[in-house]
Antibody, heavy 122, light 110 residues
Framework: QLQLQESSPGLLRPSETLSLTCSVS????????WNWIRQPPGSRLEWIGN???????NYNPSLQSRVTILADTSKNQFSLKLKSVTTADTAVYYCARLAHVRGTSRYFFDYWGQGRLVTVSS | QSALTQPASVSGSPGQSITIPCIVT?????????VSWYRQQPGIAPTLIIFDVTYRPPGVSDRFSGSKSGNTASLTISGLQAEDEADYYC??????????FGGGTKVTVL
């Protein structure tokens, strides 16, 4: 059974860089697309971006200038960096695997981490 | 703004059927778009209930069904139960594997 676990500092000051790591067990980051999604308190889910095992990344255009997603296959982890945070970046951050129907490009999220609350406050 | 538009809320009485539409207006999604649906209860990560428009993962109740007509995908919950109260999100994908979330629909059982 695949498991994903987010880890990060829970509190940041404005202008700092948010760093999150998603540790994957029971499977490998060497295949599939690996994603970051966030949810501000009381608000909707927002896709941040993903990384494929080829190293190709996709980012939400609204966050692209501040986001970097990397994968470390030796540690079976992938990470998110979001720079210059503000209070608007306070959210629960989820990592998730994007699977696909075999032989197609029809995708769906099949595994999620439990989420990590990151608070930005002065 | 979201390119997948859902109503903010839908309600129904126990035993009734409700349908949540998801209107796709993002041209990057394409005509043969695929949609998946997720259920989220407060404080918990979302869980997959429908993938590739109509398919249910193992363990998901057959009271949940998905469909698509034109640029609108829909999730139907039949035989509504109190436990169905949750937020429901549709999600689609571009050809570059960028992901688009709908705004979410809060389902209330009256």
């Amino acid at each position: 059974q695949l498991q994903l676990q987010e880890s990060s500092p829970g509190l940041l000051r404005p202008s700092e860089t948010l760093s999150l790591t998603c540790s994957v067990s029971g499977g490998s980051v060497s295949s599939y697309h690996w994603n970051w999604i966030r949810q501000p308190p009381g608000s909707r889910l927002e896709w941040i971006g993903n990384i494929h095992n080829t190293g190709k990344t996709n980012y939400n255009p609204s966050l692209q200038s501040r986001v970097t997603i990397l994968a470390d296959t030796s540690k079976n982890q992938f990470s998110l960096k979001l720079k210059s945070v503000t209070t608007a970046d306070t959210a629960v951050y989820y990592c998730a695997r994007l699977a696909h129907v075999r032989g197609t490009s029809r995708y769906f999220f099949d595994y999620w981490g439990q989420g990590r609350l990151v608070t930005v406050s002065s | 703004q979201s390119a997948l538009t859902q109503p903010a809320s839908v309600s129904g009485s126990p035993g009734q059927s409700i349908t949540i539409p998801c209107i796709v207006t993002n041209s990057d999604v394409g005509d043969s778009y695929s949609v998946s649906w997720y259920r989220q209860q407060p404080g918990i990560a979302p869980t997959l209930i429908i993938f590739d428009v109509t398919y249910r993962p193992p363990g998901v109740s057959d009271r949940f069904s998905g469909s698509k007509s034109g640029n609108t995908a829909s999730l139907t919950i039949s035989g509504l139960q109190a436990e169905d109260e949750a937020d429901y999100y549709c999600v689609s994908y571009t050809s570059d594997v960028a992901v688009i979330f709908g705004g979410g629909t809060k389902v209330t059982v009256l």
